[in-house]
């Protein structure tokens, strides 16, 4: 009986999973293209106890646990929301300071016909060791260099806005039949919402910092590259340009027609004696 009047109470739930009074606080832009700011913790925790009467069979226990799950959701979107957006505004502060030091645009290689060619991303381990063989076997290296993005062909450079810049899209609240209908569901309500913010807040913050060390590795990768390029430890990648005139026909026709590719990507080179020193 017991587990009947739990999942009678589920699929209840379910049901009214599209039915709420409450408001969605749906991202929205101003006049510029820029987000505007998500519900704050203060809003969210406005709530107005309904009064309504709970069907007598409701279980309290399961009632309150829904009550739980919902609020915690619902304050850990809302946190997520609100520090992203207050990533943003610090970011948009710093936009002329980021855009000088994550410059993409000069570590571009020229290609012909105007395009460009975005160098690989070069990874750099240092002190690495392997252990194998269940620990009967070592090898340890000073230095280890990984190609782990290689060369392509680009129209733009990268900008550090697509990897720092996020949105967190709307914000729908809880099914009405999960907002609280006394004083005590009230404070449950506040207490488990506060305790989601908090959670939303720091996922905010762990998410910007994964997108921040995404960033850095791939600028600094192209960088890396250009390093050992110079000193003759990596090779630059190829590439081939055929010209093949007029092409096309019928409906379009395309003149002066090049096509550009990479025929050779870059290399590490094993040969330290071609090495040159880097300069200072």
Known sequence: MAFARTFRLALSIAALMFFT????FAQSYDANGNPEQ???LEELMNVQISGKERPKEENQEIRMEGIREAALSYGARA????????????LKLQEAYLDRIYDFKRLLIPAPSGLLIEPPVIA??????IIEDQGQTAAVADRIYNINVDAKI???????RAYLERDWGDIDPPPSVLYPTTDEEKQFWIDALKKGWDEGVEQAEEIFQADLDRLNSDFNGMIRYR????QGIVSPPYTLQTDRGVTGGGKEMRVGDRALQITGPS????????WRPASR
């Open 21 to 24: 009074g409450a408001p969605v």
């Open 38 to 40: 998500p519900p704050t």
């Open 79 to 90: 946190g997520l929301a609100s520090r992203t957006f207050e990533i943003r505004q610090t």
């Open 124 to 129: 750099e381990s240092e002190d690495a060791m």
């Open 154 to 160: 680009v129209a733009a450079p990268r900008n550090w």
């Open 227 to 230: 390093m050992l390029l110079a």
């Open 267 to 274: 290399q590490l080179q094993t040969d330290s004696n071609q």
